[in-house]
């Protein structure tokens, strides 16, 4: 578990070196709205974007102003200071305006030879779907471009078979937090997350076969609360690993660096079909703020997933101008709170060091006030 934990808090890994070495293809994108089993498809490796709490934003600050979401601004750092420099492409979304404003300044200022935007609806209706469809089918066009090769339908469906057969052993392996004595801390299960991102299936599949052989006799000390953590996208383990060093344990989360990100697809009948269902099944998994009208469905899953992990409260973080998830996050706690659940809503500055202090002192009376 050492060897995974550090292979996830850095941007680069052997596994990835091999990869680039050998003339892998990287496609770096962020929003998980992206399908990742396209880009399997074309035998390219998907990377998801991450600044792993990076604090410097100087290179950033040019192209996007300090009103923007700490988060972008560190990854685009990242990408104009040359860490990402092994990516052949990106891949953008319109996750939202601060996400958007990353990528584009990212590509106007370093000229990568591929870049893509995939256009995602903010609705769920017959005709969003029909056109998000028509969107994938462009997407695996400019894929077997980058690929230079064709990208079949039995590509599709074996990248697709591959990807569920991982998510379901990762799922198997995130039940073990549920446990009353559970065998894997938040920051492990962050860090699996980040880490399934960044290495090629068959290498973290063979990860994953090798923790679900260890955690059935691994067991952690009871912890003074149980907690589910939701909000904005985050990637950064150093602050899952502050709240449990105030005796928490983070057993359930809703994030998209983390559940949101597992399921798993339906194969049709019809290999033709696999684009039109994708494009249904991510658009109804998605649960992200940026869609309209869904947020009964995202209340629902984040009331389950309370349920099923036993969790005494719940922690909602957002980066300071996060439009999307700073008022996603003051509904939330409203009908959390109106069912008796105790609610900590936390703004933060990412990668900021100067947070530490006053987010330990907001959980440590968090954990008070909830009895833990």
């Known amino acids: 578990m050492n060897e995974l934990f550090g292979l996830a808090r850095t941007i680069r890994n052997p596994h990835l070196d091999e990869w680039v070495a050998g003339g892998g293809k990287v496609l770096g994108f962020s929003c998980v709205a992206t399908p990742r089993e396209i880009v399997d498809a074309a035998g390219v490796l998907p990377y998801r974007i991450r600044a792993l709490n990076h604090g410097a934003k100087d290179q950033a600050d040019a192209y996007l102003s300090r009103f923007n979401?700490?988060?972008?601004?560190?990854?685009?750092?990242l990408g104009l200071d040359g860490t990402y420099d092994f990516f052949d492409?990106?891949?953008?979304?319109?996750?939202?305006d601060h996400l958007r404003g990353m990528f584009e300044n990212w590509q106007h200022a370093r000229k990568l030879d591929f870049f893509h935007y995939l256009k995602v609806p903010h609705i769920i209706?017959?005709?969003g779907i029909e056109y998000f469809a028509e969107e994938l089918e462009l997407f695996r066009q400019?894929?077997?471009?980058l690929a230079d090769r064709e990208v079949t339908d039995q590509d599709l469906v074996d990248a697709v078979t591959r990807a569920n057969r991982v998510r379901g052993k990762l799922d198997r392996v995130m039940a073990q937090r549920w446990r009353a004595r559970p065998a894997l801390t938040g920051a492990e299960a962050l860090a699996l997350h980040l880490l399934e991102a960044t290495v090629p299936p068959a290498v973290f599949e063979a990860q994953l076969d090798a923790l679900l052989e260890q955690l059935p006799e691994r067991q952690l000390d009871k912890p003074r609360a149980r907690l589910l953590l939701g909000g904005a996208a985050t990637d950064e383990i150093n602050l899952v690993e502050q709240m449990e060093g105030l005796g928490a344990l983070v057993v359930a989360d809703t994030l998209?660096?983390?559940s949101r990100a597992t399921w798993k697809l339906d194969l049709p009948d019809d290999p033709a079909q696999l684009l039109p269902n994708m494009a249904r099944a991510y658009l109804e998994h998605l649960l992200c703020p940026r869609q309209f009208d869904d947020y009964p469905r995202r209340f629902d899953y984040l009331l389950a997933a309370a349920e099923e992990a036993a969790v005494d409260g719940v922690v909602l973080v957002y980066n300071k101008f996060c439009d999307l998830h700073g008022v996603e996050n003051v509904r939330l706690r409203r009908d959390l709170e109106k069912r008796g659940?105790?609610?900590l809503v936390l703004e933060k500055e990412y990668g900021a060091g100067a947070d530490e202090g006053r987010i330990r002192t907001r959980v440590q009376a968090f954990l008070e006030r909830i009895g833990g």
């Open 256 to 258: 998209c660096f983390g």
């Open 69 to 77: 979401c700490s988060f972008c601004r560190a990854c685009l750092q």
């Open 142 to 145: 400019a894929l077997a471009e």
């Open 125 to 127: 209706t017959d005709d």
């Open 89 to 96: 492409g990106l891949v953008e979304t319109n996750g939202c």
């Open 341 to 343: 659940t105790p609610v």
